[in-house]
């Protein structure tokens, strides 16, 4: 009987522990805004401490302190935090982040994930998949998988492939374009339009030579990116954005940058919102 009870009690404790275990709080610090939503989507929103500056959704995570861009980033800011783990993605098998800062967080005892982000919709679901297995909540991945699959379900591609230029601007001293092997480039693609540069890759200053020869249907921008230029009569006293076909038919697209260039949960919307902009005849003012 004595035995019964002690291995009874045995197993409790065993139990118990595993859900210890398996129900751990973590002190997260994302620096990738695409992390932060889906560490958010699975539910584990308050265990996040800190975040870089594009972890803009949802709106919960503006009270939520920042360390900085990626690129900027200090390992005396994120370990201030005192954060159980770190995570970062990869993309294009390149990171924005310097490598030696996960080398000082390890140092410190903090666990560092870094996750490879493909930007596509299959890449977008095996990171979705990879962040919730590290997390234990991968029951709550297919949901979101699920959402995901349903809202590109939703998108109305135009009946022509329209030229679209993506235009990043920080007013008019820092203007790039988007050329192949971007973000803009996949997901514009998937919208059901083209990339208006495919002669190079990543990005490079807007000249307006490079707009007479690209002579987009459509210019994108950030909406943040579009307000330091002081709106769409800004952009149209830019050097050649006039004479392009978006420039005279005041056909402009402004979107949310995470949004737009995220590859997350909210991929499906993004495609959404793109292809319906794309679809309006009617232009911004």
Known sequence: MAKKIYWSAF???VSLAAYAQGSKT???????GTLTEI????GLQNQIVGTDVTSTYPATMAKVPKVGHNRNISAEAVLALRPTVVIAVRSNGSMDIKPELFQQFRSAGVKTLIFD?????????????????????????????RKLDA????VRKPAKAQKVLFIYARGTGTMMV????????????LAGAQNAFNDFDNFKPLTPEALVVGNPDDILLFTSGL????????LLNVQGVAQTNAGKNRRV???DGQLLTGFGPRLGLAVQELSRKLNQELTLK
């Open 117 to 145: 982000q493909e930007l596509s919709v299959a890449g977008t679901k095996k990171l979705i998949t990879e962040v919730a297995k590290e997390f234990n909540a991968s029951g709550k991945a297919a949901a979101i998988i």
């Open 11 to 13: 197993l409790i404790i």
């Open 178 to 189: 988007s050329g192949r092997n971007t973000p803009i480039e996949k997901i514009v693609q």
């Open 253 to 255: 697209i402004e979107m």
């Open 39 to 42: 560490v958010c989507d699975l």
């Open 227 to 234: 307000e330091s230029l002081g709106g769409i009569d800004g």
């Open 26 to 32: 973590e002190r997260i610090v994302s620096l990738s």
């Open 151 to 154: 809202d590109l379900a939703k």
